[in-house]
T-cell receptor, first 116, second 110 residues
Framework: NAGVMQNPRHLVRRRGQEARLRCSPM?????VYWYRQLPEEGLKFMVY????????ESGMPKERFSAEFPKEGPSILRIQQVVRGDSAAYFC??????????????FGDGTRLSIL | QKEVEQNSGPLSVPEGAIASLNCTYS??????FFWYRQYSGKSPELIMS??SNGDKEDGRFTAQLNKASQYVSLLIRDSQPSDSATYLC??????????WGAGTKLIIKP
């Protein structure tokens, strides 16, 4: 399966802990996007990355949240000192290089983060 | 602020009928338009993409784009209960940012 791979599928953390969410894009894709979705709500854009570069982080909270997409390995969304309000589904999507124009984004199955 | 608007629904359609989902956008320079389907608890799945004015058909799905009126629609013919889902409209604006609508919940009644 050459789709977007996210892990873990479910992640439980206690308040104050750190959460690390991983995303491996589709083969041949070098653009990665992270979204957050609360139950019964729409997708909220968080950050857009290319290899080793953050292109747009306008949707990222200013504190506790960070993202990276290293030259080797998956993209990581990191949430420090988690709070109950961080509980949500986090989706990763990818698209091919040179995709500014017309290429759609393809989504992974998401990580469901629950904060106790 | 650039926006993509969808009626949140729920839109209830009898089985076998045509479901019509609509989306309007504010950025006249938008070039690429996408419809995604999202089942409850699942990730969005690409249904259709459309880039030029007119209709684009794929099986039971038809996407319609009218750039002059700044709307894009999705028609689902012969609706099935399995089509019940939330349908998300996404528009790539003139700055190549993908702007998402909040989605329309579609319910197909047997």
């Amino acid at each position: 399966n050459a789709g977007v791979m996210q892990n873990p599928r479910h992640l439980v953390r206690r308040r104050g802990q750190e959460a690390r969410l991983r995303c491996s894009p589709m083969k041949g894709h070098s653009h990665v996007y992270w979204y957050r979705q609360l139950p019964e709500e729409g997708l909220k854009f968080m950050v857009y990355l290319q290899k080793e570069n953050i292109i747009d982080e306008s949707g990222m909270p200013k504190e506790r949240f960070s993202a990276e997409f290293p030259k080797e390995g998956p993209s990581i969304l990191r949430i420090q000192q988690v709070v109950r309000g961080d509980s949500a589904a986090y989706f990763c999507a990818s698209s091919p290089p040179g995709a500014q124009g017309n290429q759609p984004q393809h989504f992974g199955d998401g990580t469901r983060l629950s904060i106790l | 602020q650039k926006e993509v608007e969808q009626n949140s629904g729920p839109l209830s359609v009898p089985e076998g009928a045509i479901a019509s989902l609509n989306c309007t956008y504010s950025d006249r320079g938008s070039q690429s338009f996408f419809w995604y389907r999202q089942y409850s608890g699942k990730s969005p799945e690409l249904i259709m993409s459309i880039y030029s004015n007119g209709d684009k058909e794929d099986g039971r799905f038809t996407a319609q784009l009218n750039k002059a009126s700044q709307y894009v629609s999705l028609l689902i013919r012969d609706s099935q209960p399995s089509d019940s889902a939330t349908y998300l409209c996404a528009v790539k604006d003139s700055n190549y940012q993908l702007i998402w609508g909040a989605g329309t919940k579609l319910i197909i009644k047997p």
